[in-house]
Nanobody, 117 residues
């Protein structure tokens, strides 16, 4: 299974971007999908996550600015990012957790988001 993320780019502070992540094939047993980010010199952190039932969770730093959503039919997850700040600059990775007999985690390659001040 491959995850293809897109939508990153360069934007000024206060601007918006929408990230998308699609799977290479239809997948059953998706437990959750999410977005993580990693800034230079920092560890990867959870940005937002959406579980199979539709519940969402966000990092405190993005609450009220970012919205995660999912198209179940297309196995695609989106991250709408508004009011972007320079500290949002990072490589953003999408993530998928599949639960069948156990839990398998898949990662996309990442897409760069750069917010200029």
């Amino acid at each position: 299974v491959q995850l293809q993320a897109s939508g990153g780019g360069l934007v000024q502070a206060g601007g918006s971007l929408r990230l998308s992540c699609a799977t290479s094939r239809r997948i059953i047993g998706i437990d959750a999908m999410g977005w993580y980010r990693q800034a230079p010199g920092q560890s990867r952190e959870l940005v937002a996550r959406i579980i199979s039932g539709g519940g969402t969770s966000y990092a405190d730093s993005v609450k009220g600015r970012f919205t995660i959503s999912r198209d179940n039919a297309e196995n695609t997850v989106y991250l709408q990012m508004n009011s972007l700040k320079p500290e949002d600059t990072a490589v953003y990775y999408c993530n998928l957790e599949q639960r069948l007999l156990g839990v398998t985690t898949y990662w996309g390659k990442g897409t760069q988001v750069t917010v200029s001040s």
